[in-house]
């Protein structure tokens, strides 16, 4: 029989599966951390690159927009002005008109644009027959629909005469022009 002999203390095996599994564990969280913290830091930079050019863009908008913008009310300001020199009457031709009709001008005491197509007058006449005779020739118009004469009064020169004209807009237009 042989007898072993061995004076050396026997050592267990040491199992080094698990610290080594352990180990490669760890190398794998510290990677999928370090990987997940590049790409944030990759994103807020790729964020604040792209905020940056989407301000630049706005202001660019915004600054195209306001010289649209001038040239749209540039243009809605031009339709606007065609738009009342076709709507309007020629209101200081009609008092021109007016006036030339009266046997001196400064006898006229007021005018006054009541509607779109009416005006009323005050004015002083020697007598009775001038009155009429106005009235008949403010008749003779031919933007002149009908003459209304509301009131006549004495007064210490003559008589003093309100008259309302009522007229077409269309025919003072076309006789007495469209400029101003």
Not at 27 to 41: F, K, M, P, R, Y
Not at 109 to 115: A, C, G, P
Not at 171 to 178: D, R, S, T
Request: hydrophobic share 40%; charged share 20%; net charge negative.
């Amino acid at each position: 029989m042989n007898v072993e002999i061995n004076f050396l203390e026997k050592k267990e095996k040491k199992n080094i599966a698990p610290y080594l599994l352990g180990f490669m564990a760890l190398l794998l969280i510290i990677s999928v951390i370090s990987a997940i913290l590049w790409q944030s830091i990759q994103l807020k930079q790729s964020i604040s690159s792209k905020t940056d050019y989407a301000e630049q863009l706005e202001d660019h908008i915004s600054s195209n927009q306001d010289g649209m913008n001038g040239s749209k009310n540039l243009m809605q300001l031009q339709e606007t002005m065609d738009t009342l020199k076709m709507e309007s009457l020629p209101t200081v031709a009609i008092y021109e008109d007016t006036l030339r009709l009266l046997i001196d001008p400064n006898h006229l005491v007021s005018y006054q644009n009541v509607q779109v197509d009416q005006f009323v007058l005050e004015a002083r006449f020697s007598d009775l027959t001038a009155v009429a005779n106005f009235v008949a020739l403010i008749l003779n118009r031919s933007y002149v629909q009908d003459v209304q004469l509301t009131s006549v009064s004495s007064a210490a020169t003559g008589y003093e005469a309100t008259i309302t004209v009522y007229y077409s807009e269309d025919a003072v237009k076309k006789e007495l022009g469209e400029d101003e």
